[in-house]
């Protein structure tokens, strides 16, 4: 349990910055609601809010793993269960992502939506199983995948803000030339 213990000031930022990180999204999601693009909450489903899952998760492990559990097992348990519930999840991300017709999806969507938040969760289903010999090794491994989803969730929030952004500044230039004709 002394090797769970070492981790606290890890988790106390990485917590930290997954909840800010939230909350920005929430601020963002605020302002762009002023002028959504077509199709936006068909998009969100498949874009914004697998960010706002990965970040909560990033946050519920974080805090998670500073609870005073008496044995690693429990703990072991819970982020297992965590890794399995977010492997499912990413089934049904792919599946939205293919359905929406707002946007569609890259080479670089399906890596920063699918293929890394999987790998996350895999690795947190499967640590488990190594904690059982090796606690110091999946601790490593959860600590990572704590990481893979914030670093994930960081670059899926900047996209989003640059998409609209854009799409938005086009739509604005659109509007100008038609009301100038």
Request: aromatic content about 12%; overall charge neutral.
């Amino acid at each position: 349990m002394q090797e769970l213990a070492r981790w606290d000031s890890f988790y106390a930022i990485v917590g930290s910055a997954a909840g800010a990180l939230i909350g920005l999204q929430f601020v963002v999601m605020t302002l762009l609601a002023e002028r959504p693009p077509p199709r936006a909450a068909e998009a969100g489903a498949a874009f914004a809010t697998p960010t706002i899952v990965h970040f909560g998760v990033a946050l519920f492990l974080s805090a998670a793993l500073r609870a005073p559990w008496s044995t690693v097992a429990a703990a072991a348990a819970l982020w297992g269960l965590t890794g399995l519930a977010g492997l499912a999840y990413i089934f049904i991300v792919a599946r939205r992502m293919r359905s929406q017709s707002a946007y569609r999806p890259g080479f670089e969507d399906w890596s920063f939506h699918v293929a890394l938040p999987a790998a996350a969760y895999a690795m947190l289903a499967l640590s488990p199983l190594a904690s059982v010999c090796y606690e110091r090794e999946a601790l490593f491994c959860v600590g990572g995948a704590t990481l893979l989803l914030l670093f994930t969730g960081i670059h899926n929030a900047w996209d989003s803000v640059v998409y609209h952004v854009s799409t938005s500044a086009e739509q604005r230039r659109r509007e100008k030339t038609s009301r100038e004709d």
